[in-house]
């Protein structure tokens, strides 16, 4: 049994008809790194929120072979940790303030932090290194550094599945390696689960271990990224690209054929004079 | 630690504070002494009048600014963490305009019908406005949801109906432009013991109670969906601020009308001061929000003696340059 099974999940927004996710199968095992792709709109958050019970979907979803929807909010968020897009509070903190939000699960009902939440929140800084910011306010940092310390509040949640929503989507290089190289690392080490939806292909085929594709709603591919194919990438994303193999690391990466006025048709293997350039 | 000096200087400045709201017992149409003021507080034996005037006039009515003030402070602190909107008010879900109508309509029955009425006032102003807000909750309400842009649109429209209502009692049914003014402007006059027990009671029951929820307010703030990523029920907490913050407003008006700006400014202040973290910024809110509304009162009382001005002018006199200053700073640091 794995630790997330999700079975025929179905879900339309309110108002419309169009399904956002389409009968949906798949299960991520204990210690697994997920990585889910698909072109926007393809159902990737929705598939997050719908994993973290926020919508009201239709079928099934287990963690723990457990119903989500049967969890107190209190028990997921122990056991869940989730890293959205962006993390902007209304009112401006201390960078310690808000990673101390991931002892709220934790804390009791006056919300007193014991010795050990201490601990815990200071862990985390360190754990991602970024002590020096404990006592900086949120507003005054950069998009990257904020990012830092929103994934620090979730460590400090200590989930044992962690759901990546394109958490890393506008962060620079830099910034994208330092954290799911620290979220890969601390989580295989802890042999804990990670699901993390990618705008970067590239970035989702360097960190895990198995890829789900979406396409309007379906899950279109399952599979480790070496199996995936440029005709696979053209029928969802319709770019045209070229799949090398990374000449340090061997890993598989997309690149685009953007170069001039010319772009690659994988469905005929040569290259043509795009028209509508 | 930062944190801990933060709570820390709040508690030194707490005692200064409480002096300072003593002294304004020392101002109005008569001044006394502050030496016989803590003669007549510890009770020593001053003259008659002046131990009425402190007694029975002065100190309910400081005491019900201190109640009032930290009562819609900490109101508007809550709303503005659960709406995530900087411009939230306690008045912002029509309790206000619903009590103004209650209070103007007993007053027009009172003509009518009956002149005992006048005694109800406070019962129909609180009913009123409870049964605003109700209407405004279940305009907004989505099903099992209470979306937080539908409840302040819901909130204007039900501000606006109740703001006809007391227009059209004004005009066809009563004329008496000082009590209008004391419901729309608001007023700590003529504050008895009895208002102070009940407004003073509510206002510490609420200040711990939005300060022990500090932490899920905290969450709040970073949008519903991170809030109850981290564990907090986000619907049942903002039914929860909604019953809790339109009882305290109520309570509010009922006893001193419709003053402006403090559920405003005062959480701004408070958060400018002591930081967002509303553990802090909530007991924080309540004592700047009372002691503002104090000195308010006195300026107020004072400064066009023997005649009043409505307080909800000088809080709002006071109030807009500290408010337009913040919300430039605001807009310099964003």
């Known amino acids: 049994m794995c630790e997330i099974e999700v079975r025929d999940l179905n879900y339309s927004y309110f108002g419309t008809l169009r399904k956002a996710l389409d009968a949906v199968n798949f299960s991520v095992c204990k210690g697994e790194f997920v990585g889910i792709i698909g072109p926007n709109g393809s159902g990737k958050t929705t598939l997050v929120k719908s994993l973290t019970s926020i919508l009201s979907y239709k079928g099934k979803v287990n963690i723990m072979e457990k119903e989500v929807r049967r ?5 997921f968020a122990r056991l869940v940790g989730v890293v959205a897009q ?10 310690r303030e808000i990673v101390e939000m991931g002892r709220i699960p934790h804390t009791g009902l006056m919300g007193q932090m014991s010795r050990e939440d201490e601990e815990k929140v200071d862990e985390a800084f360190e754990c991602l290194g970024i002590p020096h ?3 900086r306010m949120f507003y005054s940092m ?3 550094e904020r990012q830092m310390v929103y994934v620090a509040k979730v460590f400090a949640q200590e989930p044992q599945i962690l759901l990546l929503d394109e958490a890393t989507s506008h962060l620079d290089i830099g910034h994208v390696e330092i954290l799911l190289k620290k979220i890969r690392i601390i989580f295989k080490k802890e042999k804990k689960t990670v699901v993390a939806t990618f705008h970067d292909i590239n970035q989702a085929f360097a960190f895990s271990d198995r890829i789900i594709v979406m396409k309007d709603g379906k899950v279109v591919a399952d599979v480790i990224p070496e199996m995936l194919t440029e005709k696979l990438i053209y029928e969802v994303y319709k ?5 090398v193999h990374h000449p340090k690391t061997n890993k598989i990466n997309v690149l685009m ?10 469905l005929r293997n040569t290259l043509i004079r795009s028209k509508s350039f | 630690m930062v944190k801990i000096s933060k709570g820390r200087a709040f508690l030194i400045a707490l005692p200064f504070l409480a002096i300072f709201a003593l002294l304004n017992l020392a101002f109005g149409s008569v001044y006394i002494p502050i030496t016989d003021i803590f003669k007549a507080l510890v009770g020593l034996k001053v003259s008659n009048t002046q131990s009425i005037i402190i007694l029975q006039l002065r100190l309910p009515r400081i005491l019900l600014g201190l109640g009032v003030g930290a009562a819609l402070s900490v109101t508007g602190n809550s709303f503005q963490a659960m709406m995530k909107n900087p411009l939230a008010d306690p008045y912002i879900l029509g309790v206000s305009a619903g009590a103004a109508f209650g209070a103007i309509l007993a007053n027009v ?13 406070w019962i129909f102003a609180f009913a009123s406005g409870i049964l605003a807000a109700m209407i405004t909750y279940l305009v907004a309400k989505k099903g099992r949801k209470l979306p937080v842009t539908e409840l302040i649109l819901s909130g204007v429209i039900v501000n606006l109906m109740f703001g006809a209502g007391v227009t059209f009692l004004i005009v066809y049914g009563w004329r008496n432009v000082q009590l209008t003014s004391f419901w729309l402007l608001g007023s700590l006059a003529g504050s008895g013991w009895n208002s ?3 407004v003073g009671m509510t206002a510490v029951a609420m200040t711990l109670f939005f300060t022990i929820i500090g932490k899920y307010l905290n969450a709040m703030i970073a949008g519903e969906e991170e809030a109850s990523y981290v564990g907090v029920k986000v619907e049942r907490l903002k039914i929860i601020i909604f019953i809790v913050g339109t009882f305290t407003t109520a309570v509010a008006v009922s006893a001193s009308g419709i003053i402006g700006f403090v559920g405003l400014i005062i959480p701004h202040i408070a958060r400018m001061l002591f930081g967002a973290d509303h553990r802090i910024s909530m007991p924080a809110s309540a004592v700047l929000g009372g002691v503002f509304l104090v000195v308010c009162d006195t300026i107020a009382r004072t400064a066009f003696s023997p005649s009043e001005m409505p307080i909800g002018t000088i809080t709002a006199l006071i109030g807009s340059p500290i408010f337009i200053y913040i919300l430039r700073r605001r807009a310099k640091i964003v």
């Not at chain 2, 019908?113 to 006032?121: A, M, R």
């Open chain 1, 86 to 95: 962006e993390f902007l509070p209304a009112y401006d903190m201390k960078a």
């Open chain 2, 109 to 121: 029955l009172a003509q009518m019908y009956d002149p005992n009425l006048v005694f109800y006032t």
């Open chain 1, 239 to 243: 770019a045209h690209c070229t799949i």
């Open chain 1, 71 to 75: 969890y107190s909010k209190r028990e």
């Open chain 1, 142 to 144: 950069s998009g990257g």
């Open chain 1, 133 to 135: 910011l404990k006592d």
């Open chain 2, 196 to 198: 102070v027990i009940f």
């Open chain 1, 257 to 266: 054929d953007l170069e001039d006025e010319r772009s690659f048709d994988p």
